[in-house]
């Protein structure tokens, strides 16, 4: 390279990187559904189901007034994502089952992001985490 020339840089061309995944402008809901149960976790989540076989999806919330947090559906620009992911179909077949007591297999919003490969939504300072693959 001569004086005076440089590297092109994909930082120089105003290119933001994105570490996380960020919400759409659009998004749609077709896919899941929320459900409510009595799983001893949570009181509501996000199902995917395919025939008699589904995945129950949630996702922790905070509340700031009481600082409780709590574990709930996912966010709904999320699901149709989610659904509609190349690898999505693999996961829930292995990770899916039948509904017992009305309780479906349960994972977390990380869980699912991860084992699909995707960027993750940004993590806050107040979440937990399952250390156990079954919920």
């Known amino acids: 390279m001569t004086e005076g ?5 994909v930082f120089s061309k105003g290119v933001n990187m994105r570490y996380y995944y960020e919400k759409p402008k659009t998004y749609s809901t077709i896919y899941g559904s929320t459900h409510e ?10 199902v995917f189901q395919i025939n008699d076989r589904g995945l129950a999806v949630i996702q922790q919330r ?4 009481t600082k409780r947090t709590y574990w709930g559906e996912i966010d709904p620009w999320l699901i149709d994502e989610l659904y509609l992911h190349n690898k999505f179909e693999d996961f829930f077949n ?4 039948e509904s017992q007591n009305g309780l479906y297999p349960t994972v977390t919003i990380r869980q699912l992001m ?3 490969k995707m960027k993750p939504i940004p993590r806050e300072r107040w979440e ?3 250390d156990r693959r079954i919920i």
Do not use: N, Q
């Open 62 to 65: 905070r509340d700031p007034d």
């Open 37 to 46: 149960c009595d799983h001893p976790v949570y009181d509501k989540c996000t």
């Open 5 to 9: 020339t440089s590297v092109p840089s």
């Open 128 to 130: 937990t985490c399952f």
């Open 114 to 116: 991860w084992g699909l």
């Open 94 to 97: 292995e990770r899916s089952g």
